[in-house]
């Protein structure tokens, strides 16, 4: 079953920098509460443990990967080193995360991880939605790529 994961958090774009409304004011994530839990599992597939002062083991530390060869059993490790951070960070129920590791290149791999979690009023979800989320990991460059500008898909 599929859980709410609305939050409300400050909003930042692509490059990770916070977003200024029309105001001038901080901007926050009030008009899609959904885009707090992208942006959480944004910023777990990007870091390393220790990159936070304030949280020190938020991370999957994907660089560990790096130099490792493009095989089922890498895309394995990948896959359950993404879960247990997603899950151990608290972001996600480990009954509603699925993900996904694909070779796209002998150094990189696509990584699509998939989100049940309920439609609200205050979220941009339909029902039957889930949200899902792209990147893609180069293992030489040691360099994460958010792949998708739309946060949700059907999953119908």
């Known amino acids: 079953m599929a859980n709410n994961y609305d939050n409300i958090d400050l909003y930042w774009g692509w490059s990770g920098d916070f977003a200024i409304d029309k105001k001038g004011d901080l901007k926050d994530t009030t008009y899609d509460a959904i885009r707090s839990l992208l942006q959480d599992i944004h910023t777990v597939c990007a870091s390393s443990l220790n990159d936070w002062e304030f949280y020190p083991n938020l991370g999957a530390t994907l660089d560990d990967f790096c130099g490792e060869p493009n095989t089922q059993t890498t895309a ?14 608290g972001i996600v129920n480990e009954e509603d995360l699925a993900i996904r590791v694909i070779p796209v290149h002998t150094h990189r791999i696509l990584i699509v991880i998939g989100v049940n979690t309920l439609a609200t009023a205050f979220n941009s979800l339909e029902p039957g939605d889930k949200l899902v989320t792209s990147l893609v990991f180069d293992t030489v ?16």
Request: hydrophobic content about 45%; proline content about 3%.
């Open 76 to 89: 394995a490790a990948v896959e359950n080193r993404l879960k247990v951070s997603l899950i151990a960070a």
């Open 141 to 156: 460059e040691q360099q994460v790529t958010f792949m998708e500008q739309t946060p949700v898909q059907n999953s119908g």
